[in-house]
């Protein structure tokens, strides 16, 4: 049961395993063997094996994988079995759809606030967050321990949000403006517009057959 | 020149290409070599040469890639060169935030109408497209030739609605709504929950170091 530290290439591939584990338990599917898994994925049964080694084994020859303990342990792994608090900077369309999006609580993601600088949403509520001034947003991460930072406000602006929030004490930066953020805390950037472009591209040489 | 067949990771790291090369464009770069390519995106120099070749070349030893060509012949193969219409399903806070991206229209994706089923929305508009009612959608495919049905509707209703359009002629689905869309025409599915826990996970390693 030696966990060995995963590389970049197992690290992409957790959420894919997270989200395939999710949709089994659902169905109610008990045990999974990792030559199902890898053909789900795209990916050899022993390039699962060994992924799943990295993160401690749970299987056994002959007998597959149990759902509900591998769920439990990626789940450990991805640190989405404990609470982390988050703020939105941006109270727009963007802003407004992550903090109704059902799927954060469910990875224990709890929205505390939003902040903007239009002062027509200044002071309104967005599904009961309060929005707030967006010159308090240093101050609010420091008062509050906030874990992630999430960018929802235009490009030209982000890359200093950037900076406020690390600056503050976040610990992680979530941001979906169009360009790529650069700061000493972990940061992903959300890009729409690539997945878009892989959909342009299988539709025109009708090469749908990728694993994902 | 001779082109080869791309195949699914070439694929997957095109949009990657396509992103950093306009952000060269915009700063002016003129040329770049296949080693400051990979170094930016933690590739080696010769798999992005064997990447480019799957593309045409463009690159000449030691004088490095021409990046506007590059762009010119990534948007080509990406098929975004050329214009692709398409609808909304859901005209909620992600309908809405797809229809104002303004990254869109840029890859010539020209957003025709939405749809939805709640009456108080039906005949208003979002950004001067009207919303109709989705009882009217495989007959609005088939009388515009919709290339492309962006689905931003909840996760229910998600799957009979890609069946619809696949039906009426569509011919590539976009998908916000958190679960796999299977179709016959290609798909791509939108897990913004992935990057979230990809996120987390770094946050709790603190190993920023991946190359994205």
Known sequence: MAKRKPSGA??????????????????GIESVSSSTLGDRLGLTASQVRQDFNCFGGYGQQGYGYNVKKLLAELRNILAIDREHTAIIVGAG????????????????????????????????????RPIYDVSELATYIKEHNVDIGIIAARKSVAQELA??????GIRGIWNFAPLEISSDVPVENVHFVDSLITLTYKMETEDDNDED
Chains 1, 2 share one sequence.
Request: net charge positive.
């Open 10 to 27: 197992v690290i992409k591939r957790m959420p894919r395993y997270y989200r395939l584990l999710n949709m089994m338990n659902e169905k």
């Open 93 to 128: 369309n963007i802003g407004k759809a992550i903090t109704r999006f059902e799927g954060l609580a469910k990875e224990n993601i709890k929205i505390l606030a939003l902040f903007d600088v239009n002062q027509e949403v200044i002071g309104k509520t967005i599904a009961d």
């Open 163 to 168: 900076d406020t929030m690390a600056e503050a």
